[in-house]
């Protein structure tokens, strides 16, 4: 929407404003109508006089509460309908994500090596070594996460994800 750099401030609050009124798709419903209970009216609206607006400006202050109160008193569905597609869109994205691992088929006892991260400096570049010295799996704990030992039978301190390591052929 801008041509040069400078002129993105002018723009920001026209970017809010289309955020906050589009329908997220986690949700099924606008930012707007989460957070302030209704429905945006839009300027367009306000101008040409929708069939809203034409509505609820002759509908008489009594009338204009109770119906106020009706909505409220159905935001809480709406929110918990908002919940529940929150919910199904993180199921979506987990099974996407899902997918794309690849099954470990290690067990207690397998001789393994650990990935090395790059948080050290290493003058060799990349010709350094990718993986440390042989481990054996101790114990294979929940959602992947293990213990593992030195083959002299000291245990690493803090658990490791199964994803960290690869099988140790001889």
Same mark, same amino acid.
């Given at each position: ?6 002129? =993105? &401030?002018?723009?920001?609050?026209? *970017?809010? =404003?289309?955020?906050?009124? #589009?329908?997220?798709? #986690? ?7 989460? &957070?302030?209970?209704?429905?945006v009216i839009l300027h367009i609206e306000v101008e ?9 400006? @002759?509908?008489?202050?009594?009338? =204009?509460? $109770?119906?106020?109160?009706?909505? %409220? ?22 099974? &996407? +994500?899902?997918? @794309?691992? !690849?099954?470990? #088929?290690? $067990? ?7 990935? %090395? ?13 990718? =993986?440390?010295?042989? +481990?054996?799996? !101790? ?5 992947? &996460? *293990? ?6 039978? @000291? ?8 994803? @960290?390591?690869?099988?140790?052929n001889i």
């Amino acid at each position: 929407m801008v041509v040069t750099y400078k002129v =993105w &401030a002018e723009k920001l609050p026209f *970017t809010l =404003w289309g955020f906050g009124t #589009s329908i997220r798709a #986690s949700t099924g419903a606008t930012p707007y109508s989460l &957070a302030y209970e209704s429905e945006v009216i839009l300027h367009i609206e306000v101008e040409i006089q929708s069939l809203r607006v034409q509505v609820e400006t @002759k509908v008489l202050k009594e009338d =204009w509460m $109770k119906e106020r109160y009706e909505q %409220l008193a159905l935001i809480d569905k709406k929110r918990a309908s908002a919940q529940h597609n929150a919910q199904g869109h993180q199921k979506r994205i987990a099974r &996407a +994500f899902n997918k @794309k691992v !690849k099954p470990r #088929s290690l $067990k207690e006892g397998d001789l393994v090596l650990k990935v %090395l991260r790059d948080e050290t400096f290493d003058p060799r570049g990349k010709m350094k070594p990718r =993986w440390l010295r042989p +481990f054996i799996i !101790k114990k294979i704990m929940s959602e992947g &996460a *293990t213990r593992i030992t030195n083959l002299d039978g @000291k245990e690493m301190l803090r658990p490791i994800n199964m994803d @960290k390591l690869q099988r140790y052929n001889i």
